[in-house]
């Protein structure tokens, strides 16, 4: 077998703003001077504005010059600029240049995880264009990254700066560094972005100015990450700003604060990272989705469909705070089954858990559903969630995700490990289950909003997320003026049963209570072993 090279050589480099030629002539000459690149990334603006640019990179493709490394590129910055990635074939610009996409991950045959995000924030309440990205499209890549384990990136590639990233700095001569030029250069979504994923190196090139900054803990993990924006692009006879970057990447030990030997600052974000996805919900008419029929059910198919006593379905349950029992702030909390608080959710053990280590995660205040959460509160659930995946694999196992909002007056998140081994068999076995009561499951497709899809079920649902990121959902809206029933174990019969946790004497929570030293010690031991991957520091 093969070895993976355990360093790689990255050339990273500004925008060319449509100089090809020169371009290509230059890094060519720095092969032959400093020897081949691994891999060359262009950030910022690659085509230019005016016709001389247009026709230049026309006389390019047609002349065949040779590139001895392939270059890939971002998107564009400029609505103009739209036309060059138009109709691509496998994302080829030219012969051995490349466009990486909208966003996405980048993995390289040495194992290098690579994030792009291509174009500018979009701050208007129009949907994405090419040249631009949102709070809709950063979420589903952050989330693709989640499901792909890719939480910490080795290097994040963007063309505007995040903002803030000039705080807390302590080079001297990096303090003076000049504010942005452009408005459209710097983006306070990409800071939110650099804060969940924790790159090893995040480059940018739209501020048309060379900036080093000092390297800078990551409040969620132990990466260290060196942040590196690069000036306008140069040709060989005016050099006033760094415009690329070469580097030598180390597969084999990530840099975290425990192997360097220098001063770092403190992270340059807010500590509360909802300010920067303050007012940017996703886009309402983005995703039309009927939930009324199951894609996946055929109603005229002749099964036998099971008889059972569900609970009917009321159209709401108001409780005050002081009486909920999930409400951080009342009296009836159970408090020792609290395992850790953070700013908007908290971590709990469960009553009557059906396995070892099942938990819920619900909010501090007082919300009925996950669909009616703030963005902030949701942005520290993924959080939650992606640290709760990495913890269940390490020990062999992966999550399952549901939430009932049927009978249920607080949002609580339920969260049940299987054996990594079973994480196929999980949607064919939620979708039986439902069919045997006669009852609609679907897929939501990946890029659509809970809340926008459980507004069509007059806010009651039932929702789960299984390990391979697939989201399924139950409408439980009137059926022909009829409120329908709904059985409300019926997650835990699933998981329950002889061909996942082979537990089925526990579908019932009720039965299977424990006593409060097993309760409080169950809380202990989970707590103590997922303290490595928490990302709420108490």
């Known amino acids: 077998m093969e070895n993976k090279k355990t360093q790689v050589k990255i050339l990273v480099c500004c925008g060319i703003k449509g100089h090809i030629t020169s371009f290509i002539d230059y890094i060519e000459a720095l092969f032959t001077k400093k020897g081949m690149f691994d891999y060359v990334f262009c950030i910022g603006d690659f085509f230019g504005d005016d016709e001389s640019c247009e026709k230049e990179w026309e006389e390019f493709k047609k002349s065949g010059k040779n590139i001895s490394v392939p270059i890939y590129t971002l998107g564009p910055n400029k609505k103009q600029h739209e036309k060059y990635f138009k109709n691509l074939k496998d994302q080829q610009l030219a012969p051995n240049i490349y466009y990486l996409g909208k966003d996405g991950i980048f993995t390289t045959s040495d194992g290098l995880k690579i994030g792009y995000i291509s174009g500018i924030q979009n701050n208007s309440s129009k949907e994405n264009e090419i040249h631009t990205f949102n709070y809709d499209s950063l979420s589903q890549f952050r989330d693709s990254c989640i ?3 890719s939480t910490s990136l080795d290097i994040l590639l963007t063309s505007p700066w995040p903002l803030d990233i000039r705080n807390k700095e302590r080079i001297h001569e990096n303090i003076n560094v000049k504010e942005p030029t452009e408005k459209d250069s710097e983006s306070q979504l990409l800071s939110w972005v650099a804060i969940n994923l924790t790159p090893r190196y995040h480059f940018a090139g739209l501020q048309r100015v060379f900036y080093q900054r000092s390297p800078y803990k990551n409040s969620n993990s132990k990466t260290i990450t060196r942040f590196i924006g690069l000036g306008d692009y140069q040709d060989n006879k005016t050099k006033k700003q760094k415009w690329l970057y070469g580097f030598v990447l180390s597969l084999a030990e990530p840099t975290t604060s425990n192997t360097l030997n220098y001063t770092v600052t403190e992270s340059p974000f807010a500590d509360n990272i909802s300010q920067y996805t303050a007012n940017m919900l996703p886009v309402s008419n983005q995703y039309f989705y009927n939930t009324s029929t199951n894609c996946n059910y055929r109603s005229n198919e002749q099964t036998k469909k099971r008889r059972f006593d569900g609970q009917p379905i009321k159209q709401s ?33 469960t009553k009557g858990p059906l396995v070892n280590e099942h938990i819920l995660v619900a909010s501090i205040e007082h919300y009925k559903s996950l669909a009616e959460v703030p963005p902030e509160t949701e942005n520290e659930i993924n959080l939650i969630k992606s640290s709760l995946n990495q913890y269940f694999e390490s020990t062999g196992r992966v999550a399952v995700y549901f939430e009932r909002n049927i009978l249920s007056a607080h949002f609580q998140l339920q969260v049940v490990p299987v054996p990594i081994k079973m994480a196929d068999r999980l949607e064919d076995m939620f979708k039986a289950k439902f069919k045997e009561y006669d009852l609609n499951l679907i897929d939501i497709p990946p890029a659509a909003s809970l809340r926008q899809i459980a507004g069509s079920s007059e806010g009651h649902y039932f929702c789960t997320e299984l390990p391979n990121g697939k989201r399924l959902f139950h409408s439980a809206s009137k059926k022909n003026g009829r409120q329908q029933k709904f059985p409300l174990n019926i997650a835990r019969e699933v998981l329950a049963s002889p061909r996942l946790l082979n537990v089925e004497s526990r579908i019932d929570w009720r039965k299977c209570e424990q006593s409060l030293d097993e309760e409080e010690n169950d809380v202990k031991l989970f707590r103590d072993a997922f303290e490595p991957f928490n990302p709420i520091k108490d």
């Open 147 to 149: 499901r792909a384990g």
């Open 317 to 349: 349950i108001d409780i005050s705070t002081d009486s909920c029992w999930f409400c951080l702030s009342s009296k009836k909390i159970t408090k020792h089954l609290i395992i850790s608080i953070g700013n908007q959710v908290y971590i709990s053990g």
